[in-house]
DNA sequence: AGGATATATTAGATTTTACGAATATACGAA
DNA sequence: TTCGTATATTCGTAAAATCTAATATATCCT
């Protein structure tokens, strides 16, 4: 049965749902990088990042290597930077919709944030 | 800032992460179909359904086209099925770590699914 | 051993998502 | 206009995700 492919791709987009999930994945597109690194770069909370990691990590999108008290992170598989490619591209193609998207999604929140094109 | 941009994968994801909405999309792969049809080929209740085109609908994954009392619904940009094609690739390259994952997400379930490949 | 550093895990509150049941809307037919 | 079909929306509830604060674990250094 193909319901299992179905299950499988759902869960790693579910991993892969979230903007900070999405930030350290590509922080690692060139190579490894310690724990430390990834929560100092993404600027949040120490636990917050760590619960982030153990997600990919549950979905086998990173593996870890520890050495001596650091963690190693990376990606296991280059594919899927293929994935994030493709969601650019696709991103780009639809700029103007894509943006009126984000503002929607945004709409009733407090702040409104500027969308700008990276 | 990028932010936006991983914003926009993240809710792309989030849209993509239920398997029911994966199967509509490949479903939409040689072109529109209208809701009924969709409905019927998930198996779901109808109101179930509906829900899950809505949150395809709100991300502009999907358009719809109303023609008599019937709607229907296409996929907004093949991009996306390089990116559920990709997907494919990486199970089948992780085939025995894939089915390990997917059975241990299930693990404690009361019934246990047999994993089968497409 | 004891302290400092790096990272992970747990707990609890809040928000979001998923589902079925019921209801609403739109349209075509009689 | 009333009826039936196709589809969408709302409501209530159960489950899952997210975040902060607190705590735990492992490793190195002295």
Redesign the interface.
């Known amino acids: 049965?193909?319901?299992?492919?179905?299950?499988?791709?759902?869960?790693?987009?579910?991993a892969?749902?979230?903007?900070t999930?999405?930030?350290i994945v590509?922080m690692l597109r060139d190579g490894e990088l310690p724990a430390g690194v990834i929560i100092e770069r993404l600027g949040i909370e120490q636990a917050n990042a760590s619960q982030h990691l153990a997600v990919l990590r549950a979905?086998?999108i990173v593996f870890n290597r520890k050495e001596g008290q650091q963690v190693f992170y990376a990606v296991?598989?280059p594919?899927?930077f293929?994935?994030?490619d493709?969601?650019?591209?696709?991103?780009h193609?639809?700029l103007s919709?894509?943006?009126r998207?984000?503002n929607d999604?945004d709409a009733g929140d407090s702040k409104k944030?500027?969308?700008?094109?990276?």
């Open positions: 049965m193909q319901d299992a492919l179905r299950k499988f791709k759902s869960n790693i987009f579910q892969l749902s979230h903007p999930r999405i930030a590509e979905k086998q296991r598989d594919l899927l293929d994935v994030l493709i969601m650019r591209r696709y991103f193609a639809h919709e894509s943006m998207m984000l999604l944030e500027e969308v700008d094109v990276e």
